[in-house]
Nanobody, 115 residues
Framework: HVQLVESGGGLVQAGGSLRLSCAFS????????MGWYRQAPGNERDLVAA???????TYVDSVKGRFTISRDNAKNTVYLQMNSLKPEDTAVYYC?????????WGQGAQVTVSS
């Protein structure tokens, strides 16, 4: 049974840092795009960052220069390093991974940034 398992998140003061991790469980190969979405209360789920299997990255403008997405293909894991966090970054963060035409989602991780 293939699933994505997230870890990290929590409560941090503005200006602080957090790191999210997301790993596929089970034996799986040839994962294509991976990335992170976030959803704040009352808002839609929006893309934050994405990374291809070759390492090409994409960021939403609001996190450029503060967040860094990376992946370890040997471990089927994607990371999101979040620096200089702002209260408006508060949301539930969901990772995803695309494999053979199917998008898998993580369970979500709460990130709360206090002012």
């Amino acid at each position: 049974h293939v699933q994505l398992v997230e870890s990290g998140g929590g409560l941090v003061q503005a200006g602080g840092s957090l790191r999210l991790s997301c790993a596929f469980s089970g034996s799986i190969f040839s994962i294509n795009d991976m990335g992170w979405y976030r959803q704040a209360p009352g808002n839609e789920r929006d893309l934050v960052a994405a990374i291809t299997s070759g390492g090409t990255t994409t960021y939403v403008d609001s996190v450029k220069g503060r967040f860094t997405i990376s992946r370890d293909n040997a471990k089927n894991t994607v990371y999101l390093q979040m620096n200089s966090l702002k209260p408006e970054d508060t949301a539930v963060y969901y990772c995803y991974g695309d494999h053979h035409g199917t998008r898998y989602w993580g369970q979500g991780a709460q990130v709360t940034v206090s002012s």
